[in-house]
């Protein structure tokens, strides 16, 4: 985002939300590749919860990655900072069947997974898209 227009919460959610549906994507996208991987335990990402935080008063920036370094001031904050929001979680999907190779990943649940995570990476990417839309429109009057 630009230091000139500054960002409103529902712009900061659909940013967020299209990063952590990315990072979704892939985590679902390892499932399907470890279907047949013997004791391979199914992955999901919840983050739920940092999307609500991020309406939250004293929320600032976004947590975007892990890393030792310092920040730059006006770079986003890392995960554990003192931000308001909270990391995404990788949580295991509890086992639903029951393969001789203990595998728990469901192809068919993980394909319903992965599409509704497009439509809603779809949905949000397009809301965002008109945001930025609508600002352009005003600056040209």
Known sequence: ???LIPPTVTMKMLERSLDLMAQRRQVLVGNVANEETPRFKAKD???QAV?????QPGAGALPVARSDA???PRHLLLPGQSDGTSPPVLKELPQTSFGLDKNTVSIEKTTAALHDNSTLYIAASQILSRKFQGLLAAIRG
């Not at 999307?51 to 309406?55: D, H, N, Q, V």
């Open 45 to 47: 990402l919840e983050f």
């Open 1 to 3: 985002m630009s230091d």
């Open 70 to 72: 310092a920040p730059h």
């Open 51 to 55: 999307l609500a935080s991020i309406g």
